[in-house]
Structures are given as C-alpha cells and as structure tokens.
C-alpha cells in the first residue's frame, strides 16, 4: 500500500491496524488526512488479506479531537459544504467497508472524532475516552454525519441533549447510552480490540460481510423489506464454500478451516 503522511497502517496477521498520526494537534482531520483515509479505506476493501480492521489515533491524548478547525475558520458557506460532503463520503465509505471496523477509542473523540467512531462497526473504549459533538461552541454543526448517526445509536432525545449543549461525556457515560460497547484499562485498549478482531477474523469472512451488509441495509427501510433482504443474504451464503465447510466440519465435530471463498 502507499506511504502516508497523516496515517499509519499494518496489516498484523488479517488485521488491519490503521492509526490517525497528527498527534501534535491531537489527530486533528484536514483535508489532507481525509484523502489519505479515503486512499488507505480503498486499498484495504481490496485486499483480500485483511479480515477485519482496527482504528485509533496516535499519542495518549486522544482519538481525534476533531476537524482542523484552523483549517475551517477562513471558509466560505460553499467551502464549508463541500468539506462537510467530502468527510461525509470517507465515512459512509468507511461504514459499508467489507471487513469490519473496530474503533480503538484512546482519548478525546470530539466533533469529527466523534462522527469517525461512529462510522466504524464496533466501539471499544479506554477508561480515559471523552465522546462529544463540540460544533455549537464554535458557531456550527456537525457537517461529517453526527447529527445523523448519534440518534440512531442513542436516541434522538438523548443526541439532541448532546447536540444541542455541545458537552462532552466519559467513557462509562458513552457506554451507559449506547454510544460504545465496552470500556477497558487504557493499557489494555489494544489487546481488547485485538482479541475481537482476531475473534471476528475466525469466522467466515464472506458471511461476515453479508452480516455487515444486511444490518446497514436493513436499517433504513421497513421490517418486511429488511427481513426479506436477510432471506437473499442468507441464501446466498449457500452458493460458498465456506457454508459447505462449516456445516460439515459442524457434522464431522472438528475444527472448521474457513478460506473465505
């Protein structure tokens, strides 16, 4: 894969380990941090090789604290939705990757950190993590998906509270309305998202994906259109090879060898 500036990644046995790496202004999103995220989510969505992928951010301090707001405070109305859109594409991208994402949530997740943990699959917290959407402080709104995604994670009542007065939650609070899925010791933040990675990893990698595909579909439409489209889904684990493996490794009561194929 291409050398980033703004990013590191590795892939560790299957899993994708991508870390945001601007921690002298608290991994801030720029412009430039965002075309490399949307490089490096391309390359992965074609690299049969990753399974599953993790995200964090470089330093003890935080996630992403947010966009670059040095970089947003000069812009135009026209500049401003077209950034807004832009980070917008990256994360819908990032939500409808193939492999599952897990946010390795090291800091401060604020703003644009916020709408990036909320694009990933699964939300793994450390105990020092601080979750908010900040923008109304500063004179905006959310523009990269927060005003969308926190109510269907949380409740639309619950996201306005946090929407509307700007403030910050810990860890145990996130975690309390829904927002995260587990809280851990910050030294024990990447085993934990390693451990589940490497779990999600053993399964098989196709019906993974058609899990991933049928939740994020499903969701936004009605229950009858949803489960009908679980019933395409699920026959269509049938035409692979690793259903034929698993149910009959299931049968024959050994160890089930998945290939993805």
């Known amino acids: 894969m ?81 950034f807004a859109k832009y980070g917008q594409a990256v994360f819908n991208k990032l939500e409808n990757l193939p492999q599952p994402v897990i946010a390795a949530v090291n800091g401060f997740a604020l703003g644009g950190g916020c709408e990036l943990v909320m694009a990933c699959d699964i939300r793994i917290a450390a105990e020092n993590a601080k979750f908010g959407q900040p923008e109304v402080s500063l004179g905006i709104t959310p523009g990269f998906g927060g005003t969308q995604r926190l109510p269907r994670l949380i409740g639309k009542g619950r996201a306005k509270e946090l929407l509307f007065t700007g403030d910050t939650i810990d860890a145990n609070e996130a975690y309390r309305l829904g927002l995260v899925n587990r809280v851990v010791p910050r030294e024990e933040l990447m085993d934990a998202a390693k451990a589940m990675a490497e779990k999600i990893a053993s399964r098989a990698p196709r019906a993974v994906e058609l899990c991933k595909v049928a939740v994020n579909e499903g969701l936004d439409t009605d229950i009858e259109s949803a489960v009908a489209y679980e019933a395409e889904v699920f026959g269509l684990c049938f035409a692979t090879n690793d259903q034929k493996e698993g149910m009959t490794a299931f049968i024959e009561k050994r160890k089930v060898g998945f290939t993805g194929k």
């Open 2 to 82: 291409s050398e980033y500036s703004n990013l590191l990644f590795a892939n560790e046995n299957g899993i994708g380990l991508i870390t945001i790496n601007r921690p002298k202004v608290l991994n801030a999103l720029n412009s430039d941090t965002l075309r490399e995220l949307d490089s490096l989510i391309d390359a992965i969505a074609a690299d049969g090789e990753v399974k599953v992928v993790i995200i964090t951010g470089s330093g003890e301090k935080a996630f992403v604290a947010g966009a670059d707001i040095a970089a947003m405070q000069p812009y135009a109305p026209l500049e401003g939705r077209s």
